[in-house]
T-cell receptor, first 116, second 116 residues
Framework: AQKITQTQPGMFVQEKEAVTLDCTYDTSDPSYGLFWYKQPSSGEMIFLIYQGSYDQQNATEGRYSLNFQKARKSANLVISASQLGDSAMYFCAMREGRDSSYKLIFGSGTRLLVRP | GAVVSQHPSWVICKSGTSVKIECRSLDFQATTMFWYRQFPKQSLMLMAT?????????EQGVEKDKFLINHASLTLSTLTVTSAHPEDSSFYIC????????????FGSGTRLTVV
């Protein structure tokens, strides 16, 4: 069964600094996808970044990058130059299978607070 | 981009009544719909997966007679909470996907249900 773990319930970061949010996963399926979502207090789920299990390079999207270490089964999110608007819950998620017809399972989340 | 409209955004109902939540994909055909619930300060827990025209597949521990899911068309899925009780109070959120799109999960904005 797929499993996804976020061990940091809460994190603080100073504005303009970088922060790394940890995520580890466990699956026996060779084809899987890893996702990061941001959930502000409004509740909407905002897609940040995606990494496929066969992708050779780490994914990057603007200030977000995913540090994908396949052998260690980790997919940490790095946010560079933190902004006050980055304060939110962040969820790591995993899909087993090749496309989005397969279910997405979420980690427990990390609450990030950006200090001015 | 892909948009999923979820209604209502919040609802208060009396214990024992039923509540219907709708998720509509506005500009794409949602072959698969996922329904999640989220308790305060917790993660999204998958309740069920539905494919258009088929019966929903419920996750272990989810009462299928209590949470009725209908996915009668490629653009509309509904979740009905039957005989609601205070413990059903939660944030419910849908996610729609298109077959073959490897990262394409589009989330609705969520429904906050309060049962009094």
């Amino acid at each position: 069964a797929q499993k996804i773990t976020q061990t940091q319930p809460g994190m603080f970061v100073q504005e303009k600094e970088a922060v790394t949010l940890d995520c580890t996963y466990d699956t026996s399926d060779p084809s899987y996808g890893l996702f990061w979502y941001k959930q502000p207090s409004s509740g909407e789920m905002i897609f940040l970044i995606y990494q496929g299990s066969y992708d050779q390079q780490n994914a990057t999207e603007g200030r977000y990058s995913l540090n994908f270490q396949k052998a260690r089964k980790s997919a940490n999110l790095v946010i560079s130059a933190s902004q006050l608007g980055d304060s939110a819950m962040y969820f790591c998620a995993m899909r087993e299978g090749r496309d989005s017809s397969y279910k997405l399972i979420f980690g427990s989340g990390t609450r990030l607070l950006v200090r001015p | 981009g892909a948009v999923v409209s979820q209604h209502p955004s919040w609802v208060i109902c009396k214990s024992g009544t039923s509540v219907k939540i709708e998720c509509r994909s506005l500009d794409f055909q949602a072959t698969t719909m996922f329904w999640y619930r989220q308790f305060p300060k917790q993660s999204l827990m998958l309740m069920a997966t539905s494919n258009e025209g088929s019966k929903a597949t419920y996750e272990q521990g989810v009462e299928k007679d209590k949470f009725l899911i209908n996915h009668a068309s490629l653009t509309l899925s509904t979740l009905t909470v039957t005989s609601a009780h205070p413990e059903d109070s939660s944030f419910y959120i849908c996610s729609a996907s298109q077959t073959g799109i490897y990262y394409g999960y589009t989330f609705g904005s969520g429904t906050r249900l309060t049962v009094v």
